[in-house]
Structure formats: structure tokens, C-alpha cells
């Protein structure tokens, strides 16, 4: 299996490490599968199993990510939180966490280097980056890290919200020793009354986080190196912020891809191919941070 981790990340103005820049311009995973590649959610989905309607299956069988749109969720939650659940419920037991790239962006944070890590992922692992404030993450498509309200925005506390998923629905994965009723039953907000509470992640069809909107205002104009790591660039509008910053600021795409509209010929871009964790391995090595990564993360080298 393969994942995508999506970073992209403004450097402070004016703080680029000259060792960093110099490296990054002259050459530079844990694994569980996003939803948009083979094997993932998309891909897999089965409706045939979600409490829905056969309209609603119907509907989810031609276009898998119906699933997660506001245009279903507002009319039925079940099959959202359905298919979520052991995602959901696997972060919260710490199933999956950072990886080694993960914590080289909490290197770049604590030398005073990083501005921004614009993240569309969902799955929260850069909130758990001690080393990291929490200010300096944009998470643009929300995060699995928060619970609220879809339709009134109230927040829950998120073990409340973890016990009550266990409580009120099914598991459509058969699972081993998952505890789950045999059928699903509507989460509803203690604020509004509505069936809405959910992790506070973005639907089709909804608005992005105005976070996003504002912290680009700020950050573009100022940064100084733009570092992106293991993406399509497929997915707008944070797909734009390549594209978006000063003509003059150099850009670094780290991935198993080319991608984007980098131009790797004009001496300000570069491309450093291979899967992010080893890639970012041999940028510790480069820069001289080995030894300081090993002492600070010792469980991320073997």
C-alpha cells in the first residue's frame, strides 16, 4: 500500500536556514491508503452495506464521494460516520501516528524556520507535534482531530464523541473484537438537537476553513522557500499555493512524482524523487541534523 502525506510548507521570511536553502536548491511513509488511490475509501466503497436509502446507495455507487457530501449528510449522517468509524476510532487509540517527515517539520519549526504547514490531510497526525504550535497549522480540508456540530457548529469533546460512535454505530468492516450495536442510530447535537455532530472535516459542497483564506493572505506574499512533499496537486484551491507565491522564491517538491507546474530546468525549482520519509532522511543527513533528529525522535530510526 502506498500513502500520500501532503505538506506544504512556507518557510519565514528571511530565517531560511543557508545551509537548508543551499541543499534544497541543489538537490535534495507509514502506510495506509488515501481515499483517492487505488484500495482506498473510493475505490472500496460497497453502499450496499451503509442504512441509507436505495436512492442514496444509488447514488453513492455511481459517485463514491457522495459519501462524505454535505448534499447527503444534511438528509442521512449514518453513512458518513459508517465509513468513517474505524478511521475515526483507530487515530484516537494512536493506531497511526506521525512519521519521520512529520517530525522534520517540527525540526524546521523549533530552528524558528517554518511559517506554515498547509495540510489536506484529514487525519490530524500534525496535531500531534509537540514541537509544533498549533497556529502554524492549516489544516484545509478540516481535521479528524476536532468534533462539531455540521449544522450549528457547536463543538464536542472528542472522547465523548469517540464513546458515543461506538455506542451508536454499526461496523460495516466486520471487524475482530470491535464493539458496535448491530444497528446504527443518529449522534445528536446537546446544542441544537440535529443529528450533526461529526470530526470537524470539510464536505463537498461546503466552505473551506476561512483559516485558510486568511493565513494565505499573510503567508504568501513573504515566504521565502516552499516546500512540497508527497502530493497530486490535483485538489484546488491548495493545489494554487505553488503557483501563488513570489516569482522569485524557490519551490522544492518532494515526491514519487513529478507534479504540478514546476519547471525543474529554471534553476528555481527542485525535484527530489523518492518516497518523503527517505528522502527526508538524507536532507538530516545533509544538513548536519542527524544526530540531533535521532537524540529527540530515537523511535523513527532503526
Not at 483517492?36 to 466503497?45: A, E, F, K, V
Not at 436509502?53 to 447514488?59: N, P, V, Y
Not at 450549528?152 to 468492516?173: G, N, P, R
Not at 525543474?264 to 548536519?288: C, H, I, K, M, P
Request: proline content about 7%; charged content about 25%.
Amino acid at each position: 500500500m502506498a500513502i500520500i502525506l501532503l505538506f506544504l510548507i512556507c518557510v519565514q521570511p528571511e530565517k531560511t536556514s543557508r545551509r537548508l536553502d543551499k541543499i534544497l536548491t541543489s538537490h535534495l511513509p507509514h502506510y495506509y491508503v488515501d481515499f483517492r488511490s487505488p484500495g482506498g475509501m473510493y475505490d472500496t466503497l460497497r453502499p450496499e452495506l451503509l442504512t441509507a436509502t436505495d436512492q442514496e446507495r444509488a447514488r453513492m455507487k455511481i459517485d463514491p464521494t457522495a459519501v462524505v457530501s454535505w448534499d447527503l449528510f444534511r438528509n442521512n449522517q449514518l453513512p458518513y460516520l459508517e465509513v468513517r468509524r474505524p478511521f475515526i476510532l483507530g487515530l484516537a487509540k494512536r493506531q497511526w501516528k506521525p512519521t519521520l517527515s512529520h517530525c522534520f517539520l517540527s525540526m524546521l519549526s523549533e530552528k524558528n524556520i517554518l511559517r506554515r504547514i498547509y495540510t489536506q490531510n484529514i487525519d490530524g497526525l500534525d496535531y500531534q507535534l509537540d514541537r509544533v504550535p498549533k497556529d502554524k497549522i492549516v489544516p484545509v480540508h478540516g481535521s479528524l482531530g476536532r468534533t462539531q456540530c455540521e449544522f450549528c457548529e457547536a463543538e464536542m469533546d472528542t472522547q465523548e464523541f469517540h464513546d458515543l460512535l461506538e455506542e451508536h454505530i454499526k461496523d460495516i468492516y466486520d471487524l475482530p473484537n470491535v464493539k458496535a450495536p448491530a444497528d446504527s442510530t443518529p449522534i445528536l447535537c446537546k446544542h441544537c438537537g440535529n443529528p450533526g455532530i461529526k470530526p470537524a472535516t470539510v464536505l463537498y459542497g461546503r466552505s473551506l476553513p476561512s483559516m485558510f483564506f486568511e493565513k494565505v493572505q499573510e503567508d504568501l506574499p513573504v515566504c521565502d522557500l516552499c516546500i512540497v512533499i508527497g502530493t497530486s496537486l490535483t485538489v484546488f484551491p491548495a493545489a494554487s499555493i505553488p503557483s501563488s507565491i513570489p516569482k522569485t522564491t524557490p519551490r522544492v517538491l518532494i515526491n514519487r512524482d513529478e507534479v504540478g507546474e514546476f519547471d525543474f530546468n529554471s534553476g528555481r525549482d527542485t525535484f527530489l524523487q523518492g518516497d518523503a520519509d527517505d528522502v527526508v532522511l538524507d536532507l538530516l543527513r545533509e544538513l548536519g541534523w542527524l544526530g540531533e533528529f535521532k537524540k529527540k525522535y530515537p523511535n523513527y530510526l532503526s
